[in-house]
């Protein structure tokens, strides 16, 4: 067991390295010169030099990966281009804010996706089978960027019920939780969908096991057949289940720019638009980060459920 | 040629087993979602390919004066986006560009991806731990961040969608294709083609390749509606197609001021973009059912 663990330790370790390579040649892949957004227009050649040495332009690329790299390291992303603030405290900040998001979405989606998985597997071929295997096509189908402005159309603007933007903190606790009700169902739509579809055939493969048929055969009222099946199914719905809250962190990008969330995702698309590269390169490189951790924390709990996998 | 008279087609042979493609297309013909389904991506197929003759109007041609004109509007039936343009003919037009940057990347990622896949998955050893680790990493970002950032970093365009599209889809096609390599390479015909003096490239083509194609098809089959969403997607942020083009995704961003107006017209975009998805999604699962292909 802990030699597995340490065995996906180290074996994290090359893959974020190469994501870094990957954020750190961002800059060199966009187009025109990297620090042309903070130069004055009509600068001197001698001030291009000195502004290319401060941010160290003026070295060979390997070099320059190791500089940066070494900095990323202890934690220094750099300074935001437009704002002149440390990139860190920015990407902290947005981070908070997607975090909560993507918790709660995940929490909506993991309830209400498994619990419409397992009904399906038990009432397999039934109407509420249907149902559920609709709204799970439905679920991976939608593009959820304009199921928010559905949303929107419809709690905002005809209904009125609840905010369409931001993420005002002057309304307390209250009025943070109604500025996040609109982006979480939007958010939870995917996840709901691929996590119903999961549970569902995950279930029913349990359930068409022999070992069920000797359970009932025993007598063993559903209820507790029904317990023996989610303990089987465990494992496999554990994995999709950590997954997806990954991609509930890195990609609420459109979702946050649908209601102008302060999280991650308006940063970066703040940054885009600015051709702020220190702040873009920032965010991407904390969201892999934490996608790459989350993923070998499934991949650990996965084998802490089921020993057998650690032996493949 | 054959001494014995073979019988012309296997139905004329009662209870004679089924070809493999023959039993795929009978129970594609029992599965009707799958028949909708496919009908209704043929059709908005069919009216993108044919936008130049069958759309009403101009697509770029406004009228101020009608501005968000509603549903219903002589003609304009599906009435008028935020310059007055032709909703119709905007959606019969914008579902061209959004099917190219849609289907381009997975078509990209599934010739790159089966190609670099194989060779992974026969050659084995160190060329396998070099293109599969490679791959690895960019499975360290998540689907829409790793095509945002790209797309962020190289700038609007549809030439960079398709990049950035592709650079996502590929590696998710070589580790499909390179784990049904492995999986078929140790199989016990491959040695006997191997021990009665096949070439590499004989057993790539007529035992490795005619074995994995299927799976691997079906998998990027599975892959197309994302790709959709996520090439509306970038056009949505204002990173893919750029303005005045039509696409449904930069529609649906150009109109997502007017929904305080008229709420109706700005949700035509997303309708569109979430049925072809749709489709995509149910039409694939029906070839993965007919295929017997598990994923």
């Known amino acids: 067991m802990w030699r597995y663990v340490g065995r996906r330790l180290v074996l ?33 050649k001698e001030q291009i030099e000195d502004i290319k040495k401060v941010y160290g332009f003026d070295k060979p690329l390997p070099v320059q990966y190791l500089k940066w790299l070494g900095r990323v390291v202890q934690g220094d992303l750099g300074k935001s281009i437009a704002t002149r603030r440390a990139v860190i405290l920015d990407v902290r900040d947005s981070l908070a804010n997607s975090l909560v998001l993507a918790l709660s979405s995940s929490v909506l989606a993991f309830g209400a996706g498994i619990a419409l998985g397992l009904l399906a597997a038990f009432r397999q071929g039934r109407a509420l089978d249907k149902i559920a295997s609709a709204m799970a096509v439905i679920g991976v189908s939608v593009p959820h ?12 603007v005809q209904l009125g019920w609840l905010p369409a933007m931001g993420a005002s903190s002057d309304g307390g606790l209250v009025g943070y939780l109604r500025h996040m009700t ?59 289940l950590g997954l997806q809250f990954g991609f509930q962190l890195g990609g609420s990008v459109l979702v946050e ?40 924390l499934v991949d650990v709990l996965q084998t802490y459920i089921d020993p057998r996998i650690a032996r493949h | ?131 599969m680790r490679t791959m690895d990493i960019f499975y360290a970002f998540p689907a829409v961040l790793l095509a945002i950032a790209v797309s962020g970093a190289l700038g609007p365009g549809l030439l960079n969608t398709l990049i950035s599209l592709s650079i996502v889809f590929v590696p998710r096609v070589v580790r499909v294709a390179e784990s049904a390599t492995v999986q078929v390479k140790g199989l016990e ?14 057993i790539l083509r ?13 998998f990027a ?42 709420a109706v017209v700005p949700a035509l975009p997303g309708l569109a973009i979430f049925v072809t998805s749709m489709a995509f999604n149910l039409v694939s699962d029906g070839l993965r059912d007919a295929m017997e292909i598990r994923t």
Do not use: C
């Open chain 2, 206 to 218: 007529h035992h490795l390749l005619a074995n994995i194609l299927g799976p691997v098809l079906v």
């Open chain 2, 1 to 131: 040629m054959s001494v014995i008279a073979l019988p012309q087609s296997p139905s004329t042979v009662a209870g004679a087993p089924m070809s493999y493609w023959r039993t795929v297309a009978w129970r594609l013909s029992q599965d009707r979602a799958t028949l909708v389904a496919g009908t209704l991506l043929l059709l908005i197929a069919l009216s993108a390919l044919a936008a130049p003759w069958i759309a009403p109007h101009d697509p770029s041609a406004g009228a101020i004066r009608l501005r968000l004109a509603p549903v219903g509007t002589p003609s304009h039936v599906l009435g008028t986006d935020e310059q007055g343009r032709d909703m119709l003919s905007r959606l019969l037009w914008g579902g061209r560009m959004t099917l190219i940057a849609g289907l381009t990347p997975v078509v990209v990622a599934f010739v790159v991806g089966t190609v670099l896949g194989v060779i992974a998955g026969y050659a084995g050893g160190l060329m396998n731990t070099l293109i």
């Open chain 2, 189 to 202: 015909y491959v040695a006997a083609a191997k021990a009665s003096g096949a070439s590499v490239w004989q």
């Open chain 1, 257 to 296: 720019a649908v209601f102008s969330w302060p999280g991650t995702g308006y940063l970066l698309n703040l940054a885009i638009f600015q051709r702020d590269m220190p702040v873009l390169q920032g965010v991407i490189l904390v969201l892999a980060t934490f996608f790459v951790l989350l993923n070998l």
């Open chain 1, 182 to 240: 609109l982006p979480t169902i939007a958010l939870a739509l995917i996840p709901l969908g691929v996590i119903a579809r999961v549970t569902r055939s995950a279930a029913l493969d349990i359930l068409n096991q022999e070992f069920v048929l000797a359970l009932r055969a025993k007598g063993l009222a559903q209820r507790r057949v029904f317990a023996h099946v989610v303990k089987n199914a465990a494992p496999q719905i554990i994995t999709v």
């Open chain 2, 221 to 262: 089959s599975t892959q197309v509606s994302l790709s959709i969403i996520l090439a509306a997607g970038l056009s949505f942020l204002g990173l893919g197609v750029t303005p005045p083009a039509a696409e449904w995704g930069l529609m649906l961003n150009t109109l997502r001021q007017s929904i305080y107006v008229n």
């Open chain 1, 12 to 44: 994290a370790v090359p893959t974020l390295l190469g994501a870094s390579i990957i954020v750190f040649a961002m800059v060199h892949l966009a187009p025109g010169d990297p620090i042309a957004a903070i130069l004055p227009v009509d600068a001197s």
């Open chain 1, 145 to 156: 960027y304009w199921a928010g402005i559905i949303l929107i159309i419809i709690f905002s």
